[in-house]
């Protein structure tokens, strides 16, 4: 760590400030719009935590180096150099105070992306030492071990071995031809391990060929989330140097928001490179599997559900329409948010808050939005495609004595499959 220094983070702010970071801090009119689209800020009305604000030590890094005004105002004395002390202010409302869900960028009057100059401010923060060491953790684990959470291959082996055995299929690992590769997150593996069982079941039953890889199966990306494209680099690279060994066709990135993220929209930018296969989420995938007419499902749900769109999914990914399709196959009673689709409320604990354990207080106060749109609605079952926002709004219920199950899509989905006898292919 001492390798982390407040001069290292000051030039990385310098490399981060292109020309998108450039137009955005030139073009605020400081209307103060970010701060209501912000949960963190809507449940802790201190003006501290608007969205803009918390980019406020790279914007005077900005204003002295590439502006007239603001080189003149450092050479006057009228504006004073960023200091180590404040970084380490500003990394609770860098880090705890922002899942970089983009619902500020979403209402953004001039077009600012807040989320982007955030994703960039953390580079900074990462490069003085300033990150939380929850993040820290979770991206040394992930680049040393290959996940996050510490989960290591007979980990996952073991909870084949229990698919298999429950379900008699075969789920295969380095299946080289596979129209699939299925990436998986930690949290699936080891909080909801009936994820892996759901997606067997369907790709079986669509006759799709499938696999695991033994080389690289952890679709997390902490380095997205801590704010270091070198650490986002490399664990994309695995992925996509798996994929391309297995000659598949489409990586299926799990019901993890920011795995998404990095696999589908910046993991081309990171590599330097076009992927040789698709990259899909896999509600994208099981939204195709419907319209080709290879997932049929029968009966319905009778309890009123909703459906907690995840962010970086929904609105930073733009897979709207595709989970209410599927919810629509197997809800009779589904019903949705006031904000909902592209400005549905974060669940709070999205782009590594739920890493970091002095967040823990914030994360919940921040559920309390959720919490407001729920009890419009009063509904029984809260349904989710992302496991990140499936823990938080678990805990969160628990917390305020809500008794609501949170349901999986995918799981769902598969609760309801009718077994197709034309089926082809293998997995």
């Given at each position: 760590?001492?390798?982390l ?16 970071m450039?137009s955005f ?13 912000c949960?963190?800020?809507t449940?802790?009305?201190?003006p501290?935590f ?11 890094v ?5 502006t ?8 006057l004395?009228?504006?004073?150099p960023?200091?180590?002390?404040e970084?380490?202010?500003w ?11 983009g ?9 600012n992306?807040?989320?982007?100059m955030?994703?960039?401010m953390r ?5 003085s030492?300033h990150?939380?060491e ?5 991206s ?12 290591k291959?007979?980990a996952?082996q073991?909870q ?6 429950h379900?008699?299929?075969?789920v295969?690992?380095?299946?080289e ?5 299925l990436?998986?997150s930690?949290?699936?593996?080891m909080?909801y391990?009936e994820y892996l ?6 790709l079986?039953n ?8 033994s ?5 997390t990306n ?20 798996a ?5 598949v066709k ?5 019901e993890?928001?920011?795995a ?9 930018n ?5 992927y040789t ?5 896999i ?5 195709e599997l ?7 499902t029968?009966g ?10 995840p ?20 809800a009779?009673?589904?019903v949705e948010?006031?904000d909902?689709g592209t400005?549905n409320w ?5 782009g590594?808050?739920?890493a970091?354990?002095?967040a ?14 729920l ?8 349904v989710?495609?992302c ?8 805990e969160?219920l628990?917390?305020?004595?809500m008794d609501?199950?949170v349901?999986?899509?995918?799981e ?11 089926k082809?292919?293998?997995?």
């Amino acid at each position: 760590m001492s390798a982390l220094t407040l001069e290292r983070g000051i030039n990385a702010f310098k490399a981060q400030i292109d020309a998108p970071m450039a137009s955005f801090f030139s073009s605020c009119v400081s209307c103060g719009m970010c701060a209501e689209a912000c949960l963190f800020y809507t449940e802790n009305p201190d003006p501290k935590f608007t969205p803009i604000y918390k980019l406020e030590p790279m914007r005077r890094v900005w204003e002295q180096e590439y502006t007239l005004i603001g080189k003149l105002k450092a050479k006057l004395g009228l504006s004073k150099p960023v200091t180590d002390a404040e970084l380490a202010e500003w990394q609770e409302l860098v880090y705890n105070n922002c899942s970089l869900c983009g619902r500020c960028s979403a209402v953004c009057p001039v077009g600012n992306d807040i989320t982007y100059m955030i994703r960039k401010m953390r580079e900074g923060m990462v490069a003085s030492g300033h990150a939380p060491e929850g993040l820290i953790g979770a991206s040394t684990r992930a680049v040393q071990i290959g996940s996050p959470m510490g989960v290591k291959l007979p980990a996952l082996q073991a909870q084949v071995k229990h698919v298999e055995k429950h379900t008699g299929m075969e789920v295969p690992f380095d299946k080289e031809g596979a129209e699939y590769l299925l990436m998986l997150s930690s949290m699936e593996i080891m909080n909801y391990p009936e994820y892996l069982e759901a997606v067997a079941k369907i790709l079986t039953n669509a006759g799709k060929t499938w696999t695991l890889s033994s080389e690289c199966f952890e679709a997390t990306n902490s380095g997205i989330q801590i704010g270091s494209s070198d650490i986002a680099r490399e664990l994309v690279s695995r992925v996509v140097a798996a994929a391309e060994k297995l000659k598949v066709k489409t990586v299926i990135s799990p019901e993890c928001g920011h795995a998404y993220t990095a696999l589908r929209w910046e993991g081309p930018n990171l590599i330097g490179r076009p992927y040789t296969f698709a990259a899909k989420h896999i509600v994208e995938v099981l939204d195709e599997l419907r319209v080709a007419g290879l997932l049929e499902t029968e009966g319905f749900e009778d309890a009123k559900m909703t459906f907690h769109d995840p962010c970086q999914l929904v609105r930073r990914g733009g897979v709207v329409q595709q989970p209410r399709n599927l919810m629509n196959m197997v809800a009779k009673n589904f019903v949705e948010m006031a904000d909902h689709g592209t400005m549905n409320w974060c669940c709070g604990a999205g782009g590594g808050v739920s890493a970091n354990e002095d967040a823990e207080e914030v994360k919940l106060k921040a559920f309390q939005r959720k919490k407001k749109q729920l009890d419009e609605l009063k509904v029984d079952t809260l349904v989710t495609a992302c496991a990140n926002c499936r823990i938080q709004l678990e805990e969160g219920l628990e917390v305020n004595q809500m008794d609501m199950p949170v349901v999986g899509l995918t799981e769902m989905i598969a609760e309801h499959l009718v077994e197709r006898k034309d089926k082809g292919g293998a997995a």
